[in-house]
């Protein structure tokens, strides 16, 4: 079966560390996304991408960065970890013809102490 | 600017009775609107959709009503079981800065008290 997977599930790392949290989709999917969840804000998008070698920044991209090598994966790159990036991180994907209906991972729990 | 809002954090509703969940937005070019479940340590699963053209689309015990002059949908459960009990958001899709996207609201928690 296809699906979205994330690693790792959690992760606490300090301030000023390099982060870099990976999404695998099988879907064969083009489009896919990032998201952070927070209480009060719901869903906010970080970053995304339409294809290969495509990347677009979303209403909350600071401080993150992302690559889009191939088709299945698009790793989300804390370049330095502060406090206010604790949150959890979602990973999604949807196909170029229903980009509304996206599929989501499990999520990455992020600490930064 | 919040887009989408989800104005009640927290519903709780007995067994077998209807579940309403609320969802207004500012933006009138969304062009398609949907609901997502959460349970706790999971993703959120797509729910139900609806287009824009629509006010009503049903998918078993779930119905969702789309009121565009008063930009708001509502979801209905009906008859609400316990594992409905989760976090519901709404979500509303369309071309923002040049882009097709999608905004979720807040989040409402859903409580199926027996």
């Known amino acids: 079966d296809a699906e979205i997977t994330q690693s790792p599930r959690h992760k606490i790392t300090e301030t000023g560390r390099q982060v870099t949290l990976a999404c695998h989709q099988t879907?064969?999917?083009?489009?896919m996304f990032w998201y952070r969840q927070d209480l009060g804000h719901g869903l906010r998008l970080i970053h995304y991408?339409?294809?290969?070698?495509?990347?677009n920044k979303g209403e909350v991209s600071d401080g993150y960065s992302v690559s889009r090598s191939n088709t299945e994966d698009l790793p989300l790159t804390l370049e330095s970890a502060a406090s206010s990036q604790t949150s959890v991180y979602f990973c999604?994907?949807?196909?170029?013809?229903?980009?509304?209906?996206?599929?989501f991972g499990p999520g990455t729990r992020l600490t930064v102490t | 600017d919040q887009q989408v809002k989800q104005n009640s954090p927290s519903l709780s509703v007995q067994e077998g009775r209807i579940s309403i969940l609320n969802c207004d937005y500012t933006?009138?070019?969304?062009?398609?609107f949907l609901w997502y479940k959460k349970y706790p340590a999971e993703g959120p699963t797509f729910l139900i959709s609806?287009?824009?053209?629509?006010d009503k689309n049903e998918d078993g015990r779930f119905t969702v009503f789309l009121n565009k002059s008063a930009k708001h949908l509502s979801l209905h459960i009906v008859p609400s079981q316990p594992g409905d009990s989760a976090v519901y958001f709404c979500?509303?899709?369309?071309?923002?800065?040049?882009?097709?996207?999608?905004?979720f609201g807040q989040g409402t928690r859903l409580t199926i008290n027996p």
């Open positions: 991408s339409y294809g290969v070698q495509d990347t």
């Open positions: 979500a509303a899709s369309g071309v923002l800065q040049g882009a097709q996207k999608l905004v």
């Open positions: 609806i287009s824009s053209i629509k």
């Open positions: 933006n009138s070019m969304f062009d398609y």
């Open positions: 999604a994907s949807s196909s170029s013809g229903r980009t509304y209906e996206q599929y």
């Open positions: 879907w064969n999917h083009n489009n």
